[in-house]
């Protein structure tokens, strides 16, 4: 069987970004996040806002290492980075007085990354 590799360049780039800061921060979240999304996509993290409902505490930071859907609602002032919001979600999460943002600006406003819990 052969290899797949990533094609999307974004993604090669944020992953590539990920390893880095690692490696100037010490901080093995970003390693972490990066091996969940060197995975196929289909083992991808898909968390509703019931999950982020019923797991996260309020005013908490979620990492999402793949992609949050609109299944069931939230009331909780989060803030929720992932790779991608379906638009339900991210209405819902700013609705409730949540944040959304990209791994990306999650990585660059906290590169030690303290204080940030991974939602699978």
């Known amino acids: ?27 093995a979240i970003w390693r972490d996040i990066a091996l969940r999304l060197e995975k196929p996509k289909r083992n991808w993290a898909e968390a509703n806002l019931s999950k982020l409902e019923r797991y996260a505490k309020d005013g908490e930071t979620i990492i999402v290492p793949g992609k949050v859907l609109a299944a069931g609602s939230i009331t ?9 919001f379906s638009d339900a979600a ?11 943002m990209t791994i990306k600006e999650l990585m660059e406003a906290n590169p030690k990354g303290s204080g940030v819990r991974i939602m699978r």
């Not at 052969?2 to 901080?27: G, M, W, Y």
Request: charged share 25%; aromatic share 4%; proline share 2%.
């Open 90 to 100: 991210a209405a819902g999460i700013t609705a409730a007085g949540g944040k959304t």
């Open 76 to 84: 909780k002032k989060i803030t929720v980075a992932a790779y991608s």
């Open 1 to 27: 069987m052969s290899k797949s590799f990533k094609t999307n360049p974004q993604l090669i780039v944020l992953i590539s970004d990920l390893k880095a800061k690692t490696r100037e921060n010490e901080a």
